[in-house]
């Protein structure tokens, strides 16, 4: 996908963001969190959500939940059509900034084990391998991943 960049904004994530996804969170952004589990999410005085938006159009979005200093990264998933055109990278930078703001110690993630692409990114951000569950996931294991910020 051609975009230029330089137009892509980080917001947090409202309702009004949540109602423009919500037809297109099954085909575009991989069915990866349903509509009422978002609600919840953003319901939540812990969680924290990002999205990312170019010309208007919600094209990623991450979020977080955090009880004191530590924090469990929920997702991060971008639109089919803007992968790996460095969305992913942005996210993830400004949720670290949202982190830090918030003095967060640790982050806890789980991700499944052929998601190399997803893997990549988190490692790119100081996340390391902590353990692995079998059979977390209908066709493939979880690793758990761990980040400490100091
Ligand atoms: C994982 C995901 C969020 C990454 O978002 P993205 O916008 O594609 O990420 P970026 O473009 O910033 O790329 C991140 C890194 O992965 C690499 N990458 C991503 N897609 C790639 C591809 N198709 N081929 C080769 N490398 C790829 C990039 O080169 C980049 O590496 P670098 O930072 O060292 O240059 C995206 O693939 C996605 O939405 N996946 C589905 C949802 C998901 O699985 N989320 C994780 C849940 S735990």
Same mark, same amino acid.
């Not at 051609?2 to 137009?7: G, I």
């Not at 953003?42 to 924090?71: C, M, P, R, W």
């Not at 969305?87 to 190399?116: C, D, F, P, Q, S």
């Given at each position: 996908?051609?975009?230029?960049? *330089?137009?892509?904004?980080?917001?947090?994530?409202?309702?009004?963001?949540?109602? !423009?996804? *919500?037809? %297109?969170?099954?085909?575009?952004?991989?069915?990866?969190?349903? $509509?009422?589990?978002?609600? #919840?999410?953003?319901?939540?005085?812990?969680?924290? @959500?990002?999205?990312?938006?170019?010309?208007? !159009?919600? /094209?990623?979005? +991450?979020?977080?939940?955090?009880?004191?200093? #530590?924090?469990?990264?929920?997702? /991060?998933?971008?639109?089919?059509?803007? =992968?790996? %055109?460095?969305?992913?990278?942005?996210?993830?930078?400004?949720?670290?900034? #949202?982190?830090?703001? =918030?003095?967060? +110690?640790?982050?806890?993630? #789980?991700?499944?084990?052929?998601?190399? $692409?997803?893997?990549?990114?988190?490692?790119?951000?100081?996340? @390391?391998?902590?353990?692995? =569950?079998?059979?977390?996931?209908?066709?493939?294991?979880?690793?758990?991943?761990?980040?400490?910020?100091?």
């Amino acid at each position: 996908m051609d975009f230029d960049k *330089s137009k892509v904004t980080i917001t947090i994530m409202d309702f009004n963001d949540l109602n !423009q996804i *919500s037809d %297109c969170l099954q085909n575009e952004f991989d069915n990866f969190w349903t $509509y009422d589990i978002l609600k #919840e999410e953003l319901s939540s005085e812990h969680s924290t @959500y990002l999205v990312a938006k170019i010309d208007g !159009q919600i /094209i990623g979005f +991450a979020g977080f939940k955090n009880i004191f200093n #530590e924090a469990e990264l929920m997702n /991060i998933i971008v639109h089919k059509s803007f =992968r790996n %055109c460095g969305i992913g990278n942005l996210l993830m930078k400004n949720i670290m900034l #949202e982190l830090k703001a =918030r003095k967060i +110690a640790t982050v806890h993630l #789980e991700v499944a084990k052929n998601n190399i $692409y997803a893997i990549h990114l988190y490692k790119k951000f100081g996340f @390391y391998e902590v353990g692995l =569950r079998k059979n977390y996931y209908k066709n493939d294991d979880a690793i758990l991943m761990e980040l400490t910020i100091n």
